[in-house]
């Protein structure tokens, strides 16, 4: 069976949960789905996190039953498309907004990534795609 590309956003009310999620996602071993990797970014006045990862996935029971484990609303975009629209968005980066969220955590590839900071703006385009 064919692998599909796609970014995933899992949104949680509950932010403990986000980041159970965040590190089931980095020991998932499953046939049939790949991560590539993953962060976490969170409102603070809110408490809402969202969990966003590149994955490859031939079916989608394994991710939707990680959502419904943990309470999250799961969406998939291909990566394509959301590729396609950094690109387009690249060269307007300064008026790309980062909509108060921050990104806690996140891996990829097995590497950790830095400390709580100020997301790039590809992550604050990826958040504003997740929130539409």
């Keep these: 069976m064919p692998m599909n590309e796609n970014v995933i956003t ?7 949960a986000a ?4 590190g089931a996602l980095r020991h998932l071993n499953a046939v049939g789905t790949e991560i590539h990797g993953a962060v976490l970014v969170e409102r603070p006045e809110g408490g809402a996190a969202v969990v ?3 994955v490859g996935e031939s079916g ?9 484990w943990y309470g999250a609303a799961i969406e998939r975009r291909p990566v394509d498309g959301v590729r396609a629209g950094l690109y387009a968005l690249e060269g307007d980066a300064g008026d790309v907004p980062v909509l108060g969220a921050r990104v806690a955590t996140g891996w990829r590839e097995g590497k ?16 504003r795609m997740s929130a539409a």
Excluded at 10 to 16: A, K, M, P, S
Excluded at 19 to 22: G, N
Excluded at 60 to 68: R, V
């Design 52 to 54: 966003l990862a590149a």
């Design 112 to 127: 950790r990534a830095g400390a709580p900071g100020t997301p790039s703006p590809g992550v604050a385009v990826l958040s």
């Design 19 to 22: 980041y159970q999620a965040l």
């Design 10 to 16: 899992l949104r949680f009310t509950n932010r403990v």
């Design 60 to 68: 989608t029971d394994t991710l939707d039953m990680l959502a419904l």
